[in-house]
């Protein structure tokens, strides 16, 4: 789901849409001053651009973090299923 960082006048509020935003925390950020520029020409919300770009920073970090914790296992799986098969194959319909 793509979500928009233009926040048109009628857009709602995250409590308006049902959901209950986490309590906010006010930080200090050092930008590009041509990024800040060309974002306000184009009326992007800052904080929220910023809070998504977080987001997704930390939800690829988890993932490489659960990943690497996990290798092990995934492959020894990956190395039974390749030495003995999948153990219910020859259940399998298709």
Not at 24 to 40: G, P
């Amino acid at each position: 789901m793509t979500r928009s960082l233009v926040r048109p006048p009628e857009a709602k509020s995250s409590r308006q849409h049902g959901r209950s935003p986490s309590p906010r925390r006010s930080t200090n950020l050092t930008l590009s001053a041509d990024l800040v520029a060309d974002a306000q020409k184009l009326a992007v919300n800052l904080s929220q651009a910023a809070e998504l770009g977080i987001a997704a920073a930390v939800k690829q970090r988890q993932q490489e973090i659960w990943l690497a914790e996990n290798r092990d296992a995934m492959e020894s799986s990956n190395a039974y299923v390749e030495a003995q098969g999948l153990p219910l194959a020859k259940y399998r319909n298709f």
